[in-house]
């Protein structure tokens, strides 16, 4: 039996300790339905979308709920008017280059990868130059729409695009997406049903949102008892206990369980490749320049290794990847940055790394989805990919 660990919780704690009572942890909860390019959206689209219509397709694609705790995904900015989307416009980072690139096509909205907006603001003024973007993008009526660590994380995303450059391998995810619980507890317990009406009456009063009530049967169980099933949010999970036990006198077998999340299979940050043909590390160098259309990338070689040692497995991460890639064991690491001292970790463990610079190992991806989303889309909505967005650092 596993006891459940309520950490803050202290007047339950409290509560329960002076109850009979059996807590069990790890319980699974929800499953989620699979959504990827290839299967969103069936069937002929419309002949124009609002762009609410095209934000669902947007999220269908690559669900926000995918994103990092700490990132700023979805719609940013909002125009006030409605208007039919006609012209997207696509790019890695919204730079003041790039909004005159979409303010000359007369975009209506624009989807940068990198979220412009990104920390809380107070003011929109002029002095800022990320403020200053929001501000034409409003006056000109354009919508911004960020996507970042959804699209990474995403079954067929940016990062299995990347991992994809060394070719065809048996790959998995490096760090598991997981669902997430709209109610994190269970309470369950066995009551007489003419207490019953009254206690569900009270929470559904009192918790709204927070509670979901389940009765196992229509049917009385165990003599007068009937089955009850709580599902609530760790914040009210102490008061929804606390009124069970002031209303169900005759309360039998409280369990409380916490709720695990399940994983969202094929879904998280980073990709792991065992690849079906190992080449060296010369060759993997010029096969990621090829795929990530660049003249140039770095090159650290791992500890006892050359670039004619081969690579079996390679492991990914899009842009900044250390803390994703870290512990992970692979002849070579793919990512966009990292610091000195990481590459100097990896390189005394015998891996090498291929790093490209932050944007560059993103890019690409760009391509792809214009031809994904394309397809989603009326024929009369035009999908471009930026030519003036471009990674600010160049190796000269």
Known sequence: MSRLVLTGCKNLQKLLASRSFRCV??????????????NSHK?????????????KVLEDIAPLSLAESWDNVGLLVEPSKPRPVKTILLTNDLTNAVMEEAEAMSCDLLIS?????FQPIKRLVQKDWKQRLAIRAV???????????????????????????LGPGQVSVLSQAYIALEHTHMVEFKS???NLDALLEELTTHFEQDIEVTLQDAQRIDGDYRQVRLHCSGSVLTPVVDKV?????NCRSLHIFKCEKAPRLDHGQGRLSVLSQPVTVSTAVQKMKSHLGLKHVRLAIGQGRTEESFVHTVAVCAGSGASVLKGVKADLYVTGEMSHHEVLDAVAKGISVILSDHSNSERGYLTVFREGLTQLLPVNVVVMVSKADRDPLVIV
């Open 139 to 165: 006056e000109a009526g354009m919508a911004i729409f960020s996507p970042h660590t959804s699209w990474d994380s995403v079954r067929g995303g940016v990062n299995d695009w990347l991992v994809g450059g």
């Open 245 to 249: 036990f002031q209303r169900i006198i």
């Open 43 to 55: 069937g002929p689209a419309p002949s124009q979308m609002e762009l609410k219509e095209v934000v």
């Open 192 to 194: 007489r049903s003419e």
């Open 25 to 38: 942890s790890n319980r699974p909860f929800h499953t989620i339905p699979q959504t990827s390019l290839n």
């Open 113 to 117: 990868y990198h979220p412009p907006l």
